[in-house]
């Protein structure tokens, strides 16, 4: 997966604004290109991440309408690696997107990970920032 590097910096900045908070959005794609979306983040908890059950249609909704698709669930590590906690393995069910995971523990280096989740496996998976 490629992602453009102003769509890189859009999350950036989105969950630099959250902070101390994880933050969340979506990458979307048509075939003009990639976007990014942000979401509301609802958990109570500053370690965790929830999407509304009303946001999550109306995106889906907008997505069908928009002919758009949904590429990746983005969610921010304010002071974690890039790597899914165990609620990320059991909590993502979306089974046709990816999910990226942006670690912000080195301020002023951000990493990610993107990883697919296939039944119960998930993998790692090659991205690039262009
Ligand atoms: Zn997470």
């Given at each position: 997966?490629?992602?453009?590097?102003?769509?890189?910096?859009?999350?950036?900045?989105?969950?630099?604004?959250?902070?101390?908070?994880?933050?969340?959005?979506?990458?979307?794609?048509?075939?003009?290109?990639?976007?990014?979306?942000?979401?509301?983040?609802?958990?109570?908890?500053?370690?965790?991440?929830?999407?509304s059950?009303?946001?999550?249609?109306?995106?889906?909704?907008?997505?069908?309408?928009?002919?758009?698709r949904?590429?990746?669930?983005?969610?921010s590590?304010?002071?974690?690696?890039?790597?899914?906690?165990?609620?990320?393995?059991?909590?993502?069910?979306?089974?046709?997107?990816?999910?990226?995971?942006?670690?912000?523990?080195?301020?002023?280096?951000?990493?990610?990970?993107?990883?697919?989740?296939?039944?119960?496996?998930?993998?790692?998976?090659?991205?690039?920032?262009?």
């Open positions: 997966m490629q992602i453009p590097k102003n769509v890189w910096e859009q999350l950036i900045r989105h969950f630099r604004c959250e902070l101390p908070r994880e933050g969340v959005g979506v990458l979307t794609g048509t075939p003009a290109g990639v976007h990014y979306l942000k979401l509301q983040n609802t958990a109570q908890n500053e370690a965790h991440f929830r999407v059950p009303q946001e999550w249609v109306s995106l889906l909704h907008a997505l069908e309408e928009g002919n758009e949904l590429l990746a669930i983005v969610h590590h304010p002071s974690t690696p890039a790597e899914p906690s165990s609620e990320d393995l059991e909590g993502f069910s979306y089974p046709d997107a990816y999910m990226l995971i942006v670690s912000l523990q080195h301020p002023h280096a951000p990493e990610a990970g993107l990883y697919k989740k296939t039944g119960q496996r998930i993998e790692r998976c090659p991205f690039e920032i262009i």
